[in-house]
C-alpha cells in the first residue's frame, strides 16, 4: 500500500512516500512531527524559537541536539573553507519574514562572518554582537537524516523524503530502484536527466529558481561569504550525491560559491558523486556519477 503525506514545515513543502503492506499512520506523522520540532527550535521566522532567542540575547542555553547541529555547521564551515557559512543570515540581506513573498530589499547590514569567535561553555553558546545564525542552511536536511533513520528503524524499508527536492530514497521501491528526476534549467518544465537511486541522498542548488532583480541587478539565494554577493555565476545547477542529505545539500551550496575550477578539486577530494551544469549549457559528471543509470532527455 502506497502512503503518501506532504506538509508545509521547515519552510518548504516536505513529502513523504511510503511503501508498505502494513499500516503505518502513525509512523509518517511521528516523521512529521519530528521535522516540527526541529522548525520549532531552528527557524529563524518564529520569534520565540531558540535560535531567534540566541541572535536576539547573544547569549543563550541552548539544548544538547542545537549543540549537535552547531557542531555540524563548524564542522563543514571547516572542510569547506567558510564557502558554508551559517552566519550568513538571509534576515540581514534579501529574506525578511518568509520566501513567499517575492517582497526582496538589499540592506548593507554586514555580519561577523568568523565562527571561530562564538564561544561555547557548557551548554551556553555567545555570539558576538554582530552575528546571527540561521541555521536554514542545513537544519532541514539535517532533520531528512534524522527521519530516514526514524523510518528505517520503525522497518519502513521502502520510501522516499522529498524536503524541497533535496531527497532521500531508502533501499528499494519493490525492487526497483527510486527514479529521480533533474530539471532542465535552460527550459521549462522540462527534464534534463533521471538517475536511479537507493539508500541515498540527492541535492541540487541553483541560480535559475528563487532570484530576483533589484535595481535593474539580478541576484539568487545562495550567498558567498567571501564578498557577501549572490551575483549570477558560471554554475547554474549543481546536484550532489551521498550517503547523507546533509552532505549533498551544504556542499552543494559550498561549492556553487566556489566556482569551477575550485569545486571540481573539492568534490573529487571528498569523493562526492556530481551533475554540473554551467550557464553556457555545458555539462560535467564526476567518474562516480557515471555509474548510475541514467538518461539524458
Known sequence: MNYKKSFFLMWTNIEIIINSEINIEKEIYEAFWIFYSYELEFSRFLKNSTLSLLNQNKTLEVSSRFLDVFNLCKEIYNITNWFFNPL??????????????????????LNNLNMDEIKIEWNFINLLQD?????????????????????????????????WWDIYTSWNNNWKKW???IDNPFIPDTLIWSIELENKSI???????????IKWNNYHHIINPNNYSSCENEIISLSLISQKTYITDTYATACFNMWIEKSLKFLERNNIDSL???????????KWFNNYNFLIF
Do not use: H, P
Open 88 to 109: 550568513i543570515n538571509l534576515s540581514n540581506i534579501w529574506y525578511s519574514s518568509n520566501f513567499e513573498d517575492n517582497n526582496f530589499s538589499k540592506t548593507s547590514i
Open 131 to 163: 552575528q546571527n545564525l540561521d541555521f536554514g542552511w542545513i537544519v532541514k536536511w539535517y532533520c531528512v537524516d534524522i527521519v530516514a533513520e526514524y523510518l528505517l528503524e520503525k522497518w519502513c524499508k521502502d520510501f522516499i523524503i522529498n524536503a
Open 276 to 286: 554540473i551544469i554551467w550557464t553556457d549549457s555545458k555539462m560535467y559528471t564526476s
Open 203 to 213: 541535492s541540487t542548488s541553483w541560480s535559475y529558481k528563487r532570484n530576483w532583480k
Open 179 to 181: 527514479i529521480i528526476w
